[in-house]
C-alpha cells in the first residue's frame, strides 16, 4: 500500500496562474482533506470530503476549490495564485469520522510558491 | 472555540537528555488529544493519543497524560536520540475535525 500520495512534490507559480494539486489514497477511506501549513500556525483546514462526490469548507477556503469525483482521489485547485497562498500544502484521508479511532493519514505534502 | 497553545521553539537537546514540549488546550467538551510528529521532509505521523481525563498515551518511549484539571497534555521523553529531531504538534478532536498546535521543532544534537 502507497497510502496518501500527492502530486506534485514542489512547484513555483506565478501570481494569477492557476494549477490542481492531486491527493490518492489507496486505503478506501471516505474521508479526505486538505491542509496548508505555514509557519508558527500549525495545520490549518481548506477544505474536506466526507465521501465521494462531496465536497466541504474548512477553516480557511478562500482562494481554493476542491473536487472529489473519485473515492481515491482528492483535488484541490487554486484557479488565480496569489502570494498569500505560498505554503505547504498537505493532503490527508480517515477511513470515517476522524476520532480516536478513525486515525488521519497524511501524505508527504506538497511544498508551493507563488511568486 | 477550540484552540490548542503549544510550547514555542526551537528547542535544541543534547543526546540522552529530558525533552518536555508543553500544550494546553480549550474545547467544549471532552476532546480526544493527540500528539503528532513530523520527521524532516515527510508529512505528518500519529505519536500517541489520549480518549479520556487520566489516560496515559505513549509510543516509542514518548508519553503523554491527559489532564483535564489543567487541560494539558504535555509530551515527556526521558532520553532523547538524534533521529528524534522532528517538528512535533498537539492537537484534538472536539468533534470530527483536527485542530493542531502551531508545531515545536526539536533538534537532538549528538
Known amino acids: 500500500n502507497a497510502g496518501v500520495t500527492q502530486t506534485p512534490k514542489f512547484r513555483v507559480l506565478k501570481t494569477g496562474q492557476s494549477m490542481t494539486l492531486l491527493c490518492a489514497q489507496d486505503m478506501n477511506h471516505e474521508y479526505m482533506y486538505w491542509y496548508r501549513q505555514d509557519p508558527g500556525m500549525g495545520l490549518r483546514l481548506i477544505h474536506y470530503?466526507?465521501?465521494?462526490?462531496?465536497?466541504a469548507k474548512g477553516e480557511v477556503p478562500d482562494g481554493y476549490n476542491v473536487s472529489r469525483l473519485k473515492k481515491q482521489n482528492f483535488l484541490l485547485g487554486l484557479e488565480s495564485a496569489a502570494p498569500s497562498q505560498t505554503s505547504v500544502y498537505f493532503c490527508a484521508s480517515s477511513r470515517a469520522r476522524s476520532s480516536s479511532y478513525n486515525e488521519q493519514f497524511f501524505g508527504p505534502g506538497t511544498r508551493l510558491t507563488v511568486l | 472555540g477550540n484552540s490548542v497553545t503549544q510550547m514555542e521553539g526551537p528547542v535544541t537537546l543534547s543526546e540522552e537528555a529530558f525533552l518536555t514540549i508543553n500544550c494546553t488546550y480549550t474545547?467544549?467538551?471532552?476532546?480526544?488529544l493527540f500528539w503528532y510528529v513530523q520527521y524532516p521532509g515527510e508529512g505528518l505521523q500519529l505519536l500517541l493519543k489520549a480518549t479520556k481525563a487520566d489516560d496515559k498515551g505513549s509510543n516509542k518511549g514518548f508519553e503523554a497524560t491527559y489532564r483535564k484539571e489543567t487541560t494539558s497534555f504535555h509530551l515527556e521523553k526521558g532520553s532523547v536520540q538524534v533521529s528524534d529531531s522532528a517538528v512535533y504538534f498537539c492537537?484534538?478532536?472536539?468533534?470530527?475535525?483536527?485542530?493542531f498546535g502551531a508545531g515545536t521543532t526539536v533538534t537532538v544534537r549528538a
Open positions: 474545547a467544549t467538551g471532552y476532546p480526544s
Open positions: 470530503s466526507v465521501g465521494e462526490g462531496t465536497t
Open positions: 492537537a484534538l478532536i472536539p468533534d470530527y475535525k483536527l485542530s
